[in-house]
């Protein structure tokens, strides 16, 4: 009985040690910790800081930061940054605003030609990074300012005040369902649709292929300067095709010894055949390969 009970306490200090320990690998959970501290130093000074109103408009900044966000981690995934996603926001901003001011557009389809100008100026760091295969912290701190000077080009000194806007354009950003602003359920919207297409869609299983090797995802017939692209236009296909370099074999159903799809032979740990399936990435472990 004695000798059960000490197994049983043994079990959970290591069942209570191992989930401390996940707990403790989880760098997102550092941040809340950093974020609820930070709270608490800021509400000892400042009470009206954790006022029901004062959280509403800071949850209301901070969603369209998140909302740029979900865009950027697609472009980090691929093993790229985007410098340039301030001063798109702000030539997107202004745009969609003077439009508006002069009534030259109705709000839905000025709203659409800020999309369009997003998705251009996006086009524009796809090419330079992956067509001129420039850096893209390079390429991205050139059209940084680039778009800003486009900005102060077109605006000057003219600012869009609120009143010259049209009636109930931005009353979304003061109004709440349930008492939670728009803004935040838009975004969550925004993130939900984000994981979806990272986790359940070919694209999303391509972003992290790319992400974790170029050039072995390009072998697998991923098109990696597409994808590349394609995630800076959210927010063609590569030339030659380096030599197949699976490593260990088991790590690719389709390009394993063992299995039908496999033509070819193992010789020091490289592969010289080809899987007959471009979809074997689907296999890999993620553990392993994080894909």
């Known amino acids: 009985m004695a000798e059960s009970g000490v197994t049983a306490t043994l079990g959970a200090g290591r069942t209570r040690g191992q989930w401390l320990s996940t707990v403790a690998r989880q760098r997102e959970l550092s941040l809340v910790a950093i974020m609820f ?78 999309i369009g100008i997003g998705l251009v100026l996006g086009m524009i760091n796809g090419a330079v990074v992956t067509l001129l295969k420039v850096p893209s912290i390079v390429a991205t701190l050139g059209t940084l300012s680039i778009f800003r000077g486009v900005d102060y080009l077109i605006a000057g000194s003219h600012q869009v005040p609120l009143a010259g806007l ?24 925004v993130v939900v649709i984000g994981s979806v297409i990272l986790r359940s869609t070919r694209f999303g299983r391509q972003v992290y292929a790319v992400g974790s090797n170029p050039e ?8 990696s300067r597409l994808v590349s692209g394609a995630t800076r236009r959210l ?32 010789s020091s740990g490289r592969s010289t055949g080809h ?17």
């Open 216 to 223: 072995a995802a390009a072998i697998l017939g991923i098109p």
């Open 37 to 114: 501290v930070l709270g608490g130093l800021v509400s000892v000074t400042a009470p009206q800081f954790l006022t029901l109103s004062n959280l509403s408009q800071v949850a209301v900044l901070a969603s369209i930061v998140a909302v740029a966000a979900v865009g950027e981690a697609l472009v980090m995934i691929t093993r790229n940054i985007d410098l340039s996603v301030e001063a798109m926001i702000g030539l997107v901003a202004y745009c969609v605003a003077i439009v508006l001011q002069r009534h030259t557009l109705d709000a839905p389809v000025a709203i659409a030609l800020g």
């Open 275 to 291: 899987p007959r399936q471009a979809s074997c990435y689907r296999s890999w472990p993620r553990s392993s390969s994080g894909v």
């Open 166 to 189: 049209p009636p109930g354009f931005t009353d979304p950003a003061r109004d709440s369902v349930l008492g939670i602003p728009i803004f935040v359920l838009v975004t969550l919207l």
């Open 235 to 266: 927010r063609p296909s590569s030339g030659s095709r380096p030599a197949w370099s699976c490593s260990p074999p088991s790590h690719c159903a389709a390009c394993s010894p063992a299995s039908p799809a496999y033509s070819g032979s193992w």
